[in-house]
Each structure stands twice: as C-alpha cells, then as structure tokens.
C-alpha cells in the first residue's frame, strides 16, 4: 500500500510583523524561492531560512547589507507592513476636461507654420494637442531639426507632408496617415507636393509644464528669425 505523501507545510501568512515576516513579504513580493533571495542578499540559505522562521535575527549591519544589495532603504524594508496592509490604492480621478472651442487656444506664428495650442485653459497636462499648419517644403527652409522631451503622434488632415527623422528614412505621409514617434529623436515636417498641409499632433511629457515648454520651443525659434 502506497503511502500518501505529507502536503508541505503553508507558508505563515506574510504579516511583516516580525523581520522574518517583512524577508517573507519580500521574497512573495518579488516571487523569489529562498534560494534566489538567498544568491542576491548574498546570506548563505539556512541561515536566512531561520531567519525567515524568526529562529534568527540579524545584525544591523547585515540588515543593512541585505537592504542595500535589494537596492532598498532601510526605510523602505521596515515600511513594506504598513504598504501592505492598505491594500491596492484606489484610482485617482481627477475629472479635468476642456473643449476645442473658440478662444480655447494659444496661436503661435512662425515663417514657417502657424501653430494653435489646443485646450488652453487647462494646465499642466500631460498631452499637448496642436493643430499646425505647415508651409516649409524643404529642411533649407525647416532650419535645424527638432528635440524636445516625451513622445509625439502626428496625423495628416490635409495634404501631404515629408517626415525627416535622425535615424530614419525619410517618409511621406498623406491626409488620413500619421506617425509616432521619440521626440529627443531629432525631426522635422515639410510640406510634401502642396502648398501647405494642416497636421494634428499630440505630443506627451511628464513635466508638468510641458505645454510651456513646446510653447518655449517656438518662441526661441522666433527670437532667431528676429
């Protein structure tokens, strides 16, 4: 008669009450077995075992090793009970909205293009939608190539225009194609076969006075053209 196999012992609850506690918290948190733990902390496996149990306890200073190979503050290791203990953090809706509506925009001029900073009322956002109009046809006329911070989506509405990007082949896009892209990436639109085409661009940034810092970008360009 075959004997039925003990189940392996569950794991205590990962309270973080204890230090073995907060290790255990950790270790779940990342998915790691002892062992892995054991490899990155650089603490042989039984005894981190026993810590883990609360068997043992460390040294301040061991402590602080484990932390620092785990690329945490002290800090941060001690505060993982109380992280845990509030659960997942609800969402936070912050209800902003603006409409495109008339005398809702910031118009820019330039020699080259006509820009309308779209949702002027609402601040610190992190997309920034812009109508341009482009009347550059070549990159004699554009002047140096383009970099900002964030990323960027550009959709024909009219036209056709010329992309020219620092490590790319230059592409042509026509009314109802568009293109995304790394706007550190140095770029430029030209009017492509036309004698303007209108654009729709979005460009994204985490600072929160991103739409300024277009805004910056074009002004410095026209202090240049003085």
Same mark, same amino acid.
């Given at each position: 008669?075959?004997?039925?196999?003990?189940?392996?012992?569950?794991?205590?609850?990962?309270?973080?009450?204890?230090?073995?506690?907060?290790?255990?918290?950790?270790?779940?948190?990342? =998915?790691?077995?002892? #062992?892995?733990?054991? &490899?990155?902390?650089?603490?042989? !496996?039984?005894?981190?075992?026993? *810590?883990?149990?609360?068997?043992?306890s460390l040294t301040y200073d061991k402590l602080q090793k484990l932390t620092s190979q785990l690329g945490m503050?002290?800090?941060?290791?001690?505060?993982?009970?109380?992280?845990?203990?509030?659960?997942?953090?609800?969402?936070?809706?912050?209800?902003?909205?603006?409409?495109?509506?008339d005398g809702n925009s910031i118009r820019v001029t330039t020699s080259n293009y006509d820009y309308e900073y779209?949702?002027?009322?609402?601040?610190?956002?992190?997309?920034?939608?812009?109508?341009?109009?482009?009347?550059?046809?070549?990159?004699?006329?554009? =002047?140096?190539?383009? #970099?900002?911070?964030? &990323?960027?989506?550009?959709?024909? !509405?009219?036209?056709?225009?010329? *992309?020219?990007?620092?490590?790319?082949?230059?592409?042509?896009?026509?009314?109802?194609?568009?293109?995304?892209?790394?706007?550190?990436?140095?770029?430029?639109?030209?009017?492509?076969?036309?004698?303007?085409?209108?654009?729709?661009?979005?460009?994204?940034?985490?600072?929160?006075?991103f739409d300024r810092e277009l805004i910056s970008l074009v002004e410095d360009h026209l202090a240049t053209e003085?």
């Open positions: 008669m075959t004997k039925k196999r003990p189940k392996p012992a569950a794991e205590p609850a990962n309270t973080g009450s204890t230090l073995g506690g907060l290790i255990r918290l950790l270790r779940q948190k990342n =998915g790691w077995t002892l #062992r892995q733990m054991s &490899e990155k902390v650089g603490i042989p !496996l039984s005894t981190l075992a026993k *810590v883990e149990g609360d068997k043992l503050t002290m800090t941060e290791f001690l505060g993982q009970s109380a992280l845990a203990s509030r659960g997942p953090s609800a969402p936070v809706v912050t209800a902003r909205r603006s409409l495109t509506i779209l949702c002027a009322d609402l601040r610190e956002k992190r997309m920034v939608p812009i109508l341009t109009r482009i009347r550059a046809h070549n990159l004699v006329e554009f =002047g140096e190539p383009v #970099r900002h911070r964030g &990323e960027e989506f550009i959709f024909v !509405l009219e036209g056709s225009i010329e *992309v020219h990007l620092q490590f790319y082949s230059t592409v042509t896009l026509r009314a109802g194609q568009g293109i995304y892209l790394d706007s550190t990436m140095g770029h430029a639109y030209v009017a492509k076969d036309c004698e303007s085409a209108l654009v729709l661009g979005v460009c994204s940034g985490e600072a929160p006075d003085d």
